[in-house]
């Protein structure tokens, strides 16, 4: 088994450059399936979920070639199944995609229910209703969904809750819809915005993205092109939120700093000290952290996928802070595992509470998600002592390079493998 050491209490300082977003990257792979073209997909990160879903996409006929470690060239041509294999599905959350991308294309598609982190509920409902209003039969049997349409026709689709998965795969699927449909109550996550710039460069017409309400022109076939993939938020909010935990001084590069205005404010409300430029954000850590409330919420909201980060800077605060997970209600499951760490926080439903500044202390912990593995990292780093890290195999899905970018900033962190 692989294990993360971190010998802790090492000021992080110097300047890191982000990778491509993971949850734009993992539904723009899905979509090039609909394109029937070439793509060229620049800024991909060299994770796990990217290299499982390539996988998939070959294991249905597609030709995929890495120019350079970020730069995919995808043939979609020759698609000859539309059935994706059952292990390869489960490998992650975003397999769901091609529901969207196969049903759009071919008018068919036989997708095994996801794998992925297990965070609490994640239906596919909102899914299968906005296919349904376009015109296909879903049946669900022997954890398969199995999407039929003679031909798929525009609709008005209202999402009961702003889900980005569902607002993701039906754009993909509507692309080719007879019409115009509407998507109301729409998620506005930069990745779905970005999903819907590569859409439209490879030829759809999708407005509104970024916004509540998202129209698709249907068009009867895209063509290939070249795109690139925004940077990743989660990324770019995990290392400002570790800068400020070890009272470090690190620059973030190559990045948007408008999707970073949530934590941002918060950090600067802990006391943290945050300048900007164009592409970069400094976080200089400050000597004492002040308490505050984060909620999570969709976007623009405080992001869920940086919940336990938060939280594990929130147990170093001088006073009372809490914290509202409004996504997901299986996300505190790391805290148990951070509380072996020294953590002093308590579950009370959706919200934590964690009173006065806890010192942390070296251990040994297992990551049981994505970002639980980032949050114990995170805590590691300000620790006493060594801690020791398994499951690190989550981390690989979402964060390139973890171990050296940290190290590139002065981190005392290396993988290594044990017995047990």
């Given at each position: 088994m692989e294990y993360i050491v971190i010998n802790g209490q090492n000021p992080?300082?110097?300047?890191?450059?982000?990778s491509g977003a993971k949850n734009a990257a993992v539904a723009i792979l899905p979509a090039a399936i609909a394109s029937g073209g070439v793509c060229v997909i620049d800024n991909l990160p060299?994770?796990?979920?990217?290299?499982?879903?390539?996988?998939?996409?070959?294991?249905?006929?597609?030709?995929?070639?890495?120019?350079?470690?970020?730069?995919l060239v995808v043939d979609t041509?020759?698609?000859?199944?539309?059935?994706?294999?059952?292990?390869?599905?489960?490998?992650?959350r975003a397999s769901y995609y091609f529901m969207g991308a196969l049903l759009g294309r071919f008018k068919y598609a036989d997708v095994p229910l996801p794998g992925g982190c297990d965070l609490g509920s994640r239906p596919i409902d909102y899914h299968l209703k906005g296919f349904a209003a376009l015109g296909a039969t879903c049946i669900q049997e022997h954890g398969v969904v199995k999407l039929r349409a003679e031909k798929l026709r525009g609709a008005n689709i209202y999402l009961d809750c702003p889900s980005v998965g569902a607002t993701i795969n039906i754009m993909i699927a509507a692309v080719f819809a007879e019409g115009t449909t509407t998507i109301e109550n729409a998620a506005k996550e930069p990745h779905i915005v970005d999903t819907a710039n590569f859409l439209n460069k490879i030829g759809a017409k999708i407005g509104g993205a970024g916004t509540g309400t998202i129209r698709?022109?249907?068009?009867?076939?895209?063509?290939?092109?070249?795109?690139?993939?925004?940077?990743?938020?989660i990324e770019t909010g995990t290392y400002m939120i570790a800068a400020a935990i070890t009272g470090g001084d690190v620059t973030v590069e190559n990045i948007i700093p408008k999707h970073m205005d949530s934590l941002t404010a918060k950090l600067r409300e802990m006391?943290?000290?945050?300048?900007?430029?164009?592409?970069?954000?400094?976080?200089?850590?400050?000597?004492?952290?002040?308490?505050?409330?984060?909620?999570?919420a969709y976007y623009p909201g405080f992001p869920t996928d940086l919940q336990p980060q938060m939280a594990t800077l929130?147990?170093?605060?001088?006073?009372?802070?809490?914290?509202?997970?409004?996504?997901?209600?299986?996300?505190?499951?790391?805290?148990?595992?951070?509380?072996?760490?020294?953590?002093?926080?308590?579950?009370?439903?959706?919200?934590?509470?964690?009173?006065?500044?806890?010192?942390?202390?070296?251990?040994?912990?297992?990551?049981?998600d994505l970002r639980a593995g980032a949050a114990l990292v995170i805590a590691g780093l300000c620790a006493k002592g060594q801690t020791v890290i398994g499951g690190v195999s989550h981390l690989d899905r979402g964060y390139e390079r973890f171990e050296e970018k940290f190290r590139s900033l002065g981190a005392d962190i290396t993988r290594i493998q044990r017995d047990s």
């Open positions: 992080l300082k110097g300047s890191i450059s982000i060299q994770i796990e979920d990217v290299c499982n879903l390539v996988a998939a996409m070959e294991s249905m006929g597609a030709k995929c070639k890495f120019e350079n470690p970020d730069t041509s020759k698609i000859t199944g539309h059935t994706l294999d059952d292990k390869l599905a489960k490998n992650t698709i022109v249907g068009v009867p076939a895209l063509g290939g092109g070249e795109y690139t993939v925004i940077p990743d938020p006391g943290c000290t945050i300048s900007e430029g164009g592409d970069w954000i400094r976080v200089q850590g400050a000597s004492a952290l002040r308490p505050c409330e984060v909620k999570t929130l147990c170093r605060a001088q006073g009372t802070s809490t914290i509202t997970e409004n996504i997901f209600e299986h996300r505190y499951r790391y805290i148990g595992e951070l509380k072996r760490l020294g953590a002093q926080l308590k579950v009370e439903g959706r919200m934590a509470v964690t009173k006065g500044f806890c010192e942390f202390t070296g251990a040994r912990v297992i990551a049981s």
